[in-house]
């Protein structure tokens, strides 16, 4: 069976982005978003452990008995998080500072465990790679936009320079978090939702454009 | 006995798990849509939660200190967070069917649930609990890490079961077929950290 790249591309970046549309993982969205620069800090620690975790469950999913399958996903995560948090320790320590306690944390992200056993015990090695380089991608990009609206919103500032003086401290407090998360998913339905539609018409064009090609001939 | 409520007032309000520090979101999310249902996970975690203080804290400082194994953290702890799970539901089920009933569902989500994680990583924190409960770095110990995992699980409860009643009401509400599910939830949510909030003024 031939692997169909792009789609597993779009489902990770639009069609079941991990933020906005499966709303999962959302705790170290909803507490990183204070500042864009955690959003890429975190987003590429989970991306690099869901790539790691994607790969090794691709290729042990022969190995592991069933009933036995979430503690086996669990211990190959929790070793590439451990991997990752000593590396950011050595080479970034400012990152490490700033994620804090969420970087043990990626453990339980719902995310990786949700594609491991979703995606990776079901699917061949690069398929799973690519697929846990786009879902990664896409949660990435989700919470560095995030951070950035609350950055700017909440403290005036973008990737830490200073814009304006001008903030609003709603958006860098905990309730800002559920706010604008929430309108964050409602825009992004609102979007995809129109352009399925323009695509869906666009589709059914050109259907009718074969038909009529048919009737001609 | 001053040190004592202020534990309680820190884990329980100015620092709650769920609304000011984000852990456990999901469940609060996703199984805050009754009373019930969100009171019996609020207890469930509290539960797994003081067992896991109880139990991980004196692992982590007398054992994998003295063997220089700190990086092995994250493996043991979920694995203790695992076991404990697994443990309280057969016990359960052999001794108190009613409360299996009550709990049993909720216990396999508790152990991907952050804030059981989030609360085993914070104990061992000496830095991160002196500045939450307002002690010296060196003071900590075992009594503290089991009092915190304790009443940070209450927090929990309290969050979720306050989520639960304002969800029953909003989902009699009617309301736009965009913003059911999540986007309402999350904007209640937003209320009820807008009411924590004023703790953190204290």
Same mark, same amino acid.
């Given at each position: ?29 909803? +507490? ?73 944390? %990626? ?62 401290? &709603? ?33 059914? +064009?050109?259907?009718?454009? &074969? ?7 | ?60 400082? &007398? ?10 953290? %994250? ?109 309402? +939830? ?17």
């Amino acid at each position: 069976m031939k692997t169909n790249f792009k789609k597993i591309a779009k489902d990770g970046l639009i069609t079941s982005n991990p933020t906005l549309k499966l709303v999962l993982g959302t705790c170290p969205t909803l +507490a990183l978003t204070t500042a864009a620069m955690n959003g890429i800090g975190m987003g590429l620690a989970v991306t690099f452990v869901l790539i790691c975790s994607n790969v090794i469950i691709s290729l042990l999913k022969r190995a592991i008995p069933k009933e036995v399958r979430i503690p086996a996903f669990i211990l190959v995560i929790a070793t590439f998080v451990t991997i990752v948090r000593l590396a950011l320790d050595y080479f970034l320590p400012d990152i490490y500072e700033s994620l804090g306690l969420y970087l043990p944390l %990626i453990v339980v992200n719902c995310i990786i465990l949700a594609r491991a056993e979703s995606f990776a015990s079901k699917n061949g090695v690069l398929a799973s790679a690519t697929d846990g380089l786009f879902m990664g991608i896409g949660f990435t990009l989700a919470l560095t936009t995030m951070g950035a609206v609350r950055e700017i919103l909440g403290s005036g500032a973008i990737f830490g320079y200073k814009l304006w003086g001008f903030s609003i401290g &709603f958006f860098s407090s905990s309730a800002g978090a559920f706010f604008t998360y929430a309108m964050f998913i409602l825009l992004f339905a609102l979007i995809t939702d129109k352009a399925a539609e323009k695509s869906r018409i666009k589709k059914s +064009a050109k259907i009718g454009d &074969f038909t009529q090609t048919k009737e001609a001939k | 006995m001053g040190q004592f409520l202020m534990i309680i007032v820190s884990a329980v309000f100015i620092n709650n798990f769920v609304v000011v520090q984000f852990l456990g979101i999901c469940p609060f999310l996703g199984v805050s849509k009754d009373f019930k249902s969100a009171l019996g996970m609020g207890i469930a975690v509290t539960f797994v939660m003081t067992l896991t203080c109880l139990i991980t804290y004196p692992i982590y400082t &007398f054992l994998l200190v003295p063997l220089g194994l700190e990086f092995m953290e %994250i493996i043991v702890f979920i694995f203790i967070i695992a076991s404990i799970v697994q443990m309280i539901e057969m016990v359960l089920k052999r001794f108190s069917p009613t409360l299996y009933n009550a709990m049993g569902i909720y216990l396999p989500l508790i152990t991907t649930n952050c804030a059981v994680l989030g609360a085993a990583e914070l104990v061992i924190d000496g830095g991160q609990m002196a500045s939450l409960l307002g002690i010296a770095a060196d003071q900590m110990n075992m009594g503290y890490a089991v009092l915190y995992g304790l009443f940070a699980g209450l927090g929990f409860t309290l969050a979720i079961v306050l989520m639960s009643g304002l969800r029953e009401k909003t989902a009699r509400l009617n309301v736009s077929k965009r913003l059911k599910g999540f986007p309402i +939830a999350m904007l209640t949510a937003t209320f009820i950290a807008m009411a924590f909030y004023v703790f953190t003024l204290i």
